[in-house]
């Protein structure tokens, strides 16, 4: 069965900390997507990678990077967090829905 | 860039009526379109992907037109239940045969179908 893992579900951070959110997927999907979710705005998109070590940035890469070192894994850094980077983060693979969305991260800076 | 409006923001309906929802984009080389569920809590769900080239596209419980003309796109959930209680965002997509397209999201639609 088709997946995307998101790791961790849920976290707390105080503001100035670094973040590190991870996304998995078995699929051997070249692309990936970083979403950010937040009521009233549908979801945004973060960053695209093409595949390792070819990343794009979306529509509000502001305050974040990403990192492609392996087909599978996709991550999200965000150095110095800030309180209005509080928000659900999805991964997904593919934008077709196919791959699928990841379950999500919630992530609250303090 | 692609501008994509969905409406209404928040809709009730109650059990056994339809639930009608559109959304509007701007862009008319996009080629992909895409309804997806989300249930609170939960991640998002696929519900339909259709093709430009398709008008109408019947699912499971509902039924998705596309209008190219007018640049619409609408879903309408037919006889709803109380399980089809959720969010449904549209997404609409410019690539053409490619898994590398941008989704442009629109903002949402909160259905509560009232027992």
């Known amino acids: 069965d088709m997946k995307v893992t998101q790791m961790p579900r849920y976290l707390i951070k105080r503001m100035g900390e670094n973040v590190l959110l991870e996304c998995g997927q078995d699929?051997?999907?070249?692309?990936m997507y970083w979403y950010r979710q937040d009521p009233g705005l549908g979801l945004q998109l973060i960053y695209i990678?093409?595949?390792?070590?070819?990343?794009s940035e979306g529509d509000i890469p502001k305050g974040y990077r990403v990192s492609r070192k392996k087909r599978e894994h996709f991550s999200l850094i965000l150095d110095s967090a800030k309180t209005n980077q509080t928000s659900v983060y999805f991964c997904a693979s593919t934008p077709t829905g196919t791959g699928g969305f990841g379950p999500g991260t919630r992530l609250t800076v303090l | 860039g692609e501008q994509v409006e969905q409406r209404p923001p928040h809709l009730s309906v109650r059990e056994g009526d339809s639930a009608f929802i559109t959304c509007t984009y701007t862009?008319?080389?996009?080629?992909?379109f895409f309804w997806y569920k989300q249930e609170p809590g939960a991640s998002l769900q696929l519900l339909m992907k259709v093709f430009s080239s398709t008008e109408i596209n019947e699912g499971q419980g509902f039924t998705v037109l596309l209008n190219k003309k007018d640049k619409r796109l609408s879903l309408n959930l037919t006889a709803a239940h109380p399980g089809d209680s959720a969010a449904y965002f549209c997404a609409v997509s410019d690539d053409r045969g490619s898994a590398l397209g941008r989704l442009h999201f629109g903002a949402g639609t909160q259905l509560i179908v009232i027992p």
């Open positions: 862009d008319p080389n996009s080629y992909y």
């Open positions: 699929m051997s999907h070249e692309t």
């Open positions: 990678s093409y595949d390792v070590d070819s990343n």
